[in-house]
T-cell receptor, first 111, second 118 residues
Framework: KAGVTQTPRYLIKTRGQQVTLSCSPISGHRSVSWYQQTPGQGLQFLFEYFSETQRNKGNFPGRFSGRQFSNSRSEMNVSTLELGDSALYLCASSTRDHEQFFGPGTRLTVL | AQSVTQLDSHVSVSEGTPVLLRCNYS??????LFWYVQHPNKGLQLLLKYTSAATLVKGINGFEAEFKKSETSFHLTKPSAHMSDAAEYFCVVSDKIVRGSTLGRLYFGRGTQLTVWP
């Protein structure tokens, strides 16, 4: 099976812009979670989608949003980018036994 | 609430010597625990998982971990380090698992950077 894929792998944006990141889960996985990784805060949970519904949400401002499509692919959007949003954004898809498989991540740099 | 404490931010060992990466957890439920590894500029790879079966869990690449409820610990070990083991390791506890479904939130420790000297 193909693994979790994330596009794009690298992004450079400027403050105030918005960005959309995409994640394609492993075939058959219906749950997709997003995480932000920074040197200062480590790995933090953003949100989880299951069957097109947001099931769980972390402590991030409303500028961070996401959605999931009927084919389980997911997107996350960050509006009004700030310098502190520079991070590696990781997507994970999971099986019924809760094992999460991570993609390679999207490296976002905000200038 | 779930949380994880990795007791060492950096561990250095010589190739061929044992590895011990320490992790303590806090969970309101019977926890599911994981160890993930991250090589530079790569995503996270699952090493092993504990989900209330055997307390000694064997993973990939010769790693294993022992769940000790009385000590709330889940330390990762390997008998003999290899140069390719140099990476960052994360101890992780999951949110409550509901029968027939999963809740996808993972709580990560701050990571332990493992250096392996030749």
């Amino acid at each position: 099976k193909a693994g979790v894929t994330q596009t794009p792998r690298y992004l450079i944006k400027t403050r105030g812009q918005q960005v959309t990141l995409s994640c394609s889960p492993i075939s058959g996985h219906r749950s997709v979670s997003w995480y932000q990784q920074t040197p200062g805060q480590g790995l933090q949970f953003l949100f989880e989608y299951f069957s097109e519904t947001q099931r769980n949400k972390g402590n991030f401002p409303g500028r961070f949003s996401g959605r999931q499509f009927s084919n389980s692919r997911s997107e996350m959007n960050v509006s009004t980018l700030e310098l502190g949003d520079s991070a590696l954004y990781l997507c994970a898809s999971s099986t019924r036994d809760h094992e999460q498989f991570f993609g390679p991540g999207t490296r976002l740099t905000v200038l | 609430a779930q949380s994880v404490t990795q007791l060492d931010s950096h561990v250095s060992v010589s190739e061929g010597t044992p590895v011990l990466l320490r992790c303590n957890y806090s969970s309101s439920y019977s926890p599911s625990l994981f160890w993930y590894v991250q090589h530079p500029n790569k995503g996270l790879q699952l090493l092993l998982k504990y989900t209330s079966a055997a307390t000694l869990v064997k993973g990939i690449n010769g790693f294993e971990a022992e769940f000790k409820k009385s000590e709330t610990s889940f330390h990762l070990t390997k008998p003999s380090a290899h140069m390719s083991d140099a990476a960052e390791y994360f101890c992780v506890v999951s949110d409550k698992i509901v029968r027939g479904s999963t809740l996808g939130r993972l709580y990560f420790g701050r990571g332990t950077q493992l250096t392996v000297w030749p």
